[in-house]
């Protein structure tokens, strides 16, 4: 016998077929909306049609009298119980259901639960409400005008619309720098609101049981472990009582980390009759109340010298946070990661300042495929850096390689204090350039000007920093950010694992069985992984930020190599020898010097439970938990190709490259998966997903009518290439990926069409780039800003 062929068995490396497609693709999956439970009853939500008013009075008794109807919740009888109000994930507060105002379009005002989910309605639409209208906010510079209402004035001490402000980096320094400068560049931009959409919208079943005391919620939430904790908190239940179960998801994109009104009232209601309510959102509740993302304004400056080094950068950026500050981020950190900003370059110094505005739209920003507000610090950076070019008039590859660090550069302080951990950029860079053929691309694109047709090409180079923890820096509520997993290997030698990590389309249950395959030698089909269930899953903060490999992932090496540990003795005993004398490959334990004399893995796994040496416990199976000692910085660089209709501004893609180096692959063909759903979202947002606001608060884009999400027919082709630079602090090598594409993508698209239009003078279309915008800019030879309000017809 001799060492096992890793990818036979599904381990590191191996493009393994996804388990979990075995349910999806065929409509076995288990979503909260299957989940049927004896007596259930239906919640719906009735939402302001208002953004901005008082509530005069609110008449439910028309709702009460419709057969069927169990329960009317308002705001006043919420209040009663303490409730009306809830925390949300930044130290702000959320109106469960409202009690003086509605802050935006869409608010939940009552709660009708009632036989079946029509009956339901029907209660929401036999509930009176008089509202006195107040005008409304809808971008940040309305909200911090000197005579603005205030929109949180259920704030103690809240005179004004400003949220928060902060403020990275170096004043002093930055100034100097500037002062230096031979040239200073400037960019201001919007990037717009966008909402993540996921398939299935978000859902839960609270399943009080009156005779146990004991809450069940199953519900479509990303970070089980996080709201449990908490519903101890608001609720002021005991957090052994309360068990949060996740089962499949269909698709989170960040949409599902946030804690919403919907199970909050929920779980009271089911308090209070002692029965299982289920809440089911409809699209139209999940696009105009759920967890957004951006809607961030930037001004900025860079300061170059003239062949192209970049000396310094000042960024200011004013978020919108619509009427509650509910993001999900680390605690010491406002805008979320906005300060990995030109964290792939070397930028000696650098000052980034923020505010955030109340306003009177939906809450919940920072979700949406962005590793906590990177969406926003990449395209930014990309954005300015194409800008540079343009003003110094130098090639777009060449300003990147003037500035990319290079190899002899890790790990790398940045200048707002992250330590980036190793890359190979400029190898990514030019297998990209080589990949796309660019300099020919840009010969044919001067022909091709000369005979009227737009083409242009745009870049996007970035690094991520994924990973959250570790501890020392990283809290959601205080409470640290780690993971962990737990594996349990039986008799036969077959397994179960379960992580803190909650999967809701990544595939999971897929990779972390090729962890434990490549550690323990165990097939990964022998490995059933299990996430979701706070009962049976140990503590972990949830899937979002790509921080499942990275850290669970992590959890995943590291539990199996304790299990290791414990075999390797069980070994020692089968073998006869003492344990310094055993070895290990894959698979099997040996005898030093006699190769041919081993033990299986499997054959340790059935010593455990029946022949274990006097004195050893029974059994094969640990935990670990896994604080991870930096961030992991995956790289990318994308290359898209456009040519601009001039006549119509409707702009095609033709080609788009991407390199990406994410470290060790656990599941290259996941990986590719999750870099085309990427690239896919990042052309949605760049050329279609429109999300904003007229004048009055009235949402434009809470259907999908008008937030358009491409089908196959729109979505371009990817052509795909890899880089390895292993992580040197992951156990594996991996680093993080979900986001990747989607956060770097958005710059290549909106870069190759400001290319395509470098001869016009227009320095900035916000997106989406729409082909109206994009005809508008042609015909002015000036930007076009994308900002609300949007005139209501439009
Ligand atoms: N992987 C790998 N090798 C690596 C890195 C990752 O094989 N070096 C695999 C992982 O094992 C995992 C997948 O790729 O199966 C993604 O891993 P990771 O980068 O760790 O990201 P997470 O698992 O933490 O997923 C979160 C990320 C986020 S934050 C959003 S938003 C997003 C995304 O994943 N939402 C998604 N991709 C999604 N994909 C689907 N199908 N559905 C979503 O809701
Ligand atoms: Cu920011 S969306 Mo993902 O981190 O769940």
């Known amino acids: 016998m001799t060492a096992l062929d890793e990818t036979a068995i599904g381990g590191l490396g191996a493009s393994r077929r996804r388990v979990e497609d075995a349910r999806f693709v065929r409509g076995r999956g288990h979503y909260v909306d299957d989940i049927h439970l004896p007596g259930m009853l239906h919640m719906e939500i009735l939402r302001s049609p208002l953004a901005h008013a008082r509530i005069v009075s609110i008449d439910t008794s028309k709702a009460w009298e419709i057969p069927g109807v169990r329960l009317v919740l308002t705001g006043e009888m919420m209040a009663q119980r303490n409730l009306a109000w809830m925390p949300t994930l930044s130290y702000d507060t959320q109106a469960v259901l409202a009690t003086d105002k509605v802050r935006f379009q869409g608010q939940e005002v009552c709660v009708v639960v009632a036989d079946d989910p029509y009956i339901a309605k029907d209660g929401c639409e036999a509930i009176v409400v008089e509202y006195e209208a107040l005008p409304a906010i809808v971008n940040p510079e309305q909200a911090a005008a000197p005579d603005a209402p205030v929109i949180r004035d259920d704030k103690e001490g809240q005179t004004d619309n400003t949220c928060y402000r902060w403020e990275v980096g170096d004043a002093a320094a930055t100034e100097r720098a500037f002062a230096q400068a031979d040239v200073v560049s400037s960019l201001k931009l919007h990037y717009p609101r966008s909402h993540p959409s996921p398939i299935e919208c978000c859902g839960s079943i609270a399943d009080y049981d009156a005779g146990t005391g004991k809450l069940t919620v199953y519900m479509t939430t990303q970070a089980p472990h996080i709201i449990r904790a908490a519903v101890a908190l608001v609720a002021e239940l005991p957090e052994h009582m309360i068990r949060i179960v996740s089962p499949d998801i269909g698709g989170g994109f ?292 790509s921080r499942s490999t990275p850290v669970a992932g992590a959890a995943v090496a590291m539990v199996a190599r304790k299990v290791r540990a414990k075999a390797r003795k069980l070994a020692a005993h089968l073998l006869e020898v003492s344990e310094e004398d055993v070895e290990w490959e894959l698979g099997r334990f040996y005898v030093r010097g006699a190769p041919e004399r081993g033990a299986t893995i499997q054959e340790c796994a059935a010593a455990a439970y029946s022949n274990m040496p006097d004195g050893m416990e029974p059994g094969l199976e640990n935990n670990a938990y896994y604080d991870p000692p930096n961030l992991t910085w995956p790289f990318a660089v994308y290359i898209v190709t456009v040519e601009v209709d001039p006549e119509t501004g409707v702009w095609d893609v033709l080609r788009v490259v991407a390199v990406d180096d994410c470290g060790v692959r656990i599941n ?52 795909l290439h890899e880089v390895v630079t292993p992580c040197p602090h992951h156990p594996i090598g991996a680093k993080g990926v979900g986001e990747c594409a989607a956060v770097g993508g958005p710059a290549a698209f909106v870069n190759a069409v400001h290319d395509a239009l470098a001869s016009t003078g227009v320095r900035n279309i916000d997106m989406p780039v729409l082909p109206d915008r994009v005809w508008q800019a042609l015909q002015d030879g000036r930007d076009v800003s994308g900002a609300p309000p949007v005139r209501s017809d439009s």
């Open 668 to 719: 290259p063909m996941i990986v590719e998966g999750q870099i085309m759903g990427g690239l896919t979202e990042a052309y949605a947002m760049a050329n279609m997903q429109f999300q904003t606001y007229d004048a009055d608060g009235n949402q434009v884009g809470s259907n999908y009518m008008d937030y358009l999400l491409p089908t196959a027919w729109e979505t371009p082709g990817f052509e």
């Open 254 to 545: 960040g949409n599902k980390v946030p804690i919403y009104p919907g199970y909050v009232a929920g779980i009271l209601a089911s308090i209070l009759l002692g029965k299982p309510v289920k809440w089911i959102e409809d699209k139209s509740g999940n696009l105009s109340s759920t967890g957004f993302g951006r809607d961030m304004y930037l001004d900025a400056q860079m300061a170059l010298r003239s062949d192209g080094k970049i000396l310094a950068v000042r960024m200011h950026a004013v978020t919108d946070q619509g009427a509650f500050f509910a993001d999900a981020q680390p605690s010491k950190f406002k805008v979320g990661l906005l300060h990995s900003a030109f964290a792939c370059y070397d930028v000696p110094v650098g000052l980034i300042t923020a505010e955030g505005q109340y306003t009177n739209k939906a809450p919940g920003g920072v979700a949406y495929r962005c590793s906590f507000r990177v969406t926003e610090a990449m395209f930014f950076q990309e954005r300015m850096v194409a800008a540079a070019a343009a003003d110094l008039g130098i090639d777009a590859a060449e300003i990147r390689r003037r500035n990319l660090l290079t190899d002899d550069r890790f790990p790398h302080r940045t200048a707002f204090g992250f330590l980036v951990d190793s890359g190979q950029y400029h190898k990514c860079l030019d297998l990209g350039l080589d990949a796309i053929g660019y300099e020919e691309f840009k010969r044919d694109q001067v022909a091709a000007r000369e005979r009227g047709r737009l083409l242009g090409i745009g870049i996007s180079t970035m690094t991520e920093p994924l990973g959250a923890g570790n501890s020392r820096e990283y809290d959601i509520l205080g409470i640290k950010m780690f993971d962990s997993a737990e594996l349990r290997v039986h008799m036969t030698g077959k397994a179960i694992l379960r992580t803190g990590a909650k999967t809701q389309g990544q595939g999971h249950e897929t990779t972390w069985a090729q962890i434990v395959s490549h550690e323990l030698g165990i097939p990964a089909d022998d490995v059933i992984v299990e996430e979701g269930d706070t009962d049976t899953a140990p503590f972990g903060m949830g899937t979002y930020a």
